[in-house]
């Protein structure tokens, strides 16, 4: 990356940085490769943060699916974990899981799970597995919730073929103007759904997959307790990448703990972090991590700035870090700030090799929060900090009364925000979308038709509030 304005005098935000063209032989958005230079295996830079209202099964196999990876909270008892690993590890590359009911079930059960995924659809299905009907939440307009969905379900059904591929289940499913349908083995026996965005999305992205074909799946591990016996259990599980985790990551129990786990979990990657410097960043790949995770706070649900002072601009911790990695054949993550796609962009320009996300995908179908409704109808997600009042309760749950109560006090996040899900994009893999069109345009822009070259073409000037105010679309006429 070169920097229009070598030195600003300051620190920088996305908000004050730009990219200007380059000139391009790259000939079609759809020819950049997005696969990331971490070498963990994802095809796009998108990783979503260990959140506990934000990452969990659903979530996972999504983002998975279409390239990305998701890191698991390190709050989860490790029997969860277990069983969210064999979820996602199980999951189809192409087909997304069904909501299944059967006949005898309610309106009002179909309604509490609809909104868990972004397809919409409650399949019933008979005691041999077999579809019969679809309940959509159209079909309650008339019915009470104690209806059963036998007598509301629409018996009309269009199904697919187990090895039919995206092209043609896009195609058949157009041609018949459904959005959904469900997919059967050779024996009629339900394996999954497919809908029409999905079947499309199938022939732009590929699934971010481990050794064996399976997709691929994060946990995060905290810096006490008995972080090595932990991460030894979590590689046994088939987790693919261990995130060493921790507000303030430029400290000696975290460095040691990462030399720990490095020498228990052999070559197995380790991102470790929060740094804002580079010799925070040299020094925990020393001890061992592969990746450094790069931000101390700019998250939407993050106070630590407000409340200690304590942080860096977010741009400019992006390139003094990626730069110090890239000398000891490392790489970073990029962690928090991002609001929009261009933000996604100028921290890869920065040369981070993945950016994670968090609130952002809060307010989304498959994020882990319950879907809740307002007095208006509007549909939203409670969302928290990791640092918040809320997550210090929930991650020391068995300490005692007197040591949760000290623990409290010290809280830098917000305990509760509604994050509404956007009517135009309400499933992350709509978010996805978003930001993947972002990136790609912008690597032509730069004339790179992938990330590292888009990284070593990107050039990036400074700009004042009002050019950044210039630069935000109007909906309506001034």
């Given at each position: 990356?070169?920097?229009?304005?070598?030195?600003?005098?300051?620190?920088?935000?996305?908000?004050?940085?730009?990219?200007?063209?380059?000139?391009?032989?790259?000939?079609?958005?759809?020819?950049?490769?997005?696969?990331?230079?971490?070498?963990?295996?994802?095809?796009?830079?998108?990783?979503?943060?260990?959140?506990?209202?934000?990452?969990?099964?659903?979530?996972?196999?999504?983002?998975?699916?279409?390239?990305?990876?998701?890191?698991?909270?390190?709050?989860?008892?490790?029997?969860?974990?277990?069983?969210?690993?064999?979820?996602?590890?199980?999951?189809?590359?192409?087909y997304e899981t069904p909501i299944t009911l059967t006949p005898q079930h309610t309106v009002g059960d179909a309604l509490s799970l609809i909104h868990k995924r972004a397809h919409g659809a409650v399949v019933v299905i008979n005691g041999g597995g077999e579809p019969i009907g679809v309940f959509t939440e159209a079909d309650a307009v008339g019915f009470d919730r104690f209806s059963q969905l036998h007598n509301v379900m629409s018996r009309e059904l269009i199904t697919l073929e187990a090895d039919i591929s995206p092209e043609q289940a896009f195609n058949r499913l157009v041609n018949a103007r459904l959005s959904m349908a469900p997919v059967i083995d050779v024996d009629g026996r339900l394996m999954g759904v497919m809908t029409s965005k999905g079947a499309l999305r199938s022939t732009i992205y590929?699934?971010?997959?481990?050794?064996?074909?399976?997709?691929?799946?994060?946990?995060?591990?905290?810096?006490?307790?008995?972080?090595?016996?932990?991460?030894?259990?979590?590689?046994?599980?088939?987790?693919?990448?261990?995130?060493?985790?921790?507000?303030?990551?430029?400290?000696?129990?975290?460095?040691?703990?990462?030399?720990?786990?490095?020498?228990?979990v052999g070559?197995?990657?380790?991102?470790?972090?929060?740094?804002?410097?580079?010799?925070?960043?040299?020094?925990?790949?020393?001890?061992?991590?592969?990746?450094?995770?790069?931000?101390?706070?700019?998250?939407?649900?993050?106070?630590?700035?407000?409340?200690?002072?304590?942080?860096?601009?977010?741009?400019?911790?992006?390139?003094?870090?990626?730069?110090?990695?890239?000398?000891?054949?490392?790489?970073?993550?990029?962690?928090?700030?991002?609001?929009?796609?261009?933000?996604?962009?100028?921290?890869l320009a920065g040369g981070a090799a993945n950016v994670m996300f968090g609130s952002w995908l809060a307010g989304t179908y498959e994020s882990a929060a319950d879907t809740l409704r307002d007095p208006d109808g509007r549909l939203y997600k409670e969302s928290y900090g990791m640092a918040s009042n809320r997550a210090v309760k929930n991650r020391n749950r068995s300490e005692s009364l007197l040591e949760l109560a000290r623990k409290e006090l010290f809280e830098e996040g917000i305990s509760s925000s509604r994050m509404y899900l956007d009517a135009h994009r309400p499933g992350v893999e709509d978010i996805i979308d978003q930001i993947v069109a972002g990136v790609r345009s912008a690597c032509t822009y730069a004339g790179a038709a992938d990330l590292t070259e888009f990284h070593e073409r990107a050039v990036v000037g400074v700009q004042s509030h009002a050019g950044y105010d210039e630069g935000r679309p109007l909906g309506t006429s001034w």
């Open positions: 990356m070169r920097l229009l304005h070598p030195d600003p005098g300051h620190d920088l935000t996305y908000n004050d940085v730009f990219m200007v063209p380059s000139l391009s032989a790259v000939g079609s958005r759809l020819g950049v490769d997005l696969t990331t230079a971490d070498g963990i295996g994802t095809t796009i830079p998108l990783v979503v943060s260990n959140m506990t209202a934000v990452a969990g099964r659903r979530m996972s196999e999504t983002v998975a699916r279409r390239g990305g990876i998701a890191v698991l909270p390190q709050d989860i008892p490790l029997e969860v974990i277990a069983q969210v690993v064999s979820f996602v590890k199980t999951r189809h590359h192409i590929r699934p971010a997959l481990d050794d064996a074909g399976r997709l691929l799946v994060s946990v995060a591990v905290g810096i006490n307790a008995d972080p090595v016996g932990r991460a030894r259990e979590l590689v046994a599980m088939g987790v693919d990448v261990l995130v060493m985790d921790t507000a303030h990551g430029h400290q000696t129990k975290m460095l040691d703990v990462v030399e720990s786990v490095r020498a228990a070559e197995v990657p380790i991102v470790a972090g929060n740094v804002v410097t580079a010799e925070g960043t040299r020094q925990l790949i020393e001890a061992g991590a592969n990746i450094v995770k790069v931000g101390v706070g700019p998250g939407a649900m993050c106070t630590t700035r407000m409340m200690t002072g304590v942080g860096r601009p977010q741009f400019s911790a992006v390139v003094e870090c990626a730069d110090e990695a890239a000398r000891h054949g490392s790489h970073i993550w990029a962690d928090g700030g991002v609001r929009f796609p261009r933000d996604v962009a100028l921290a």
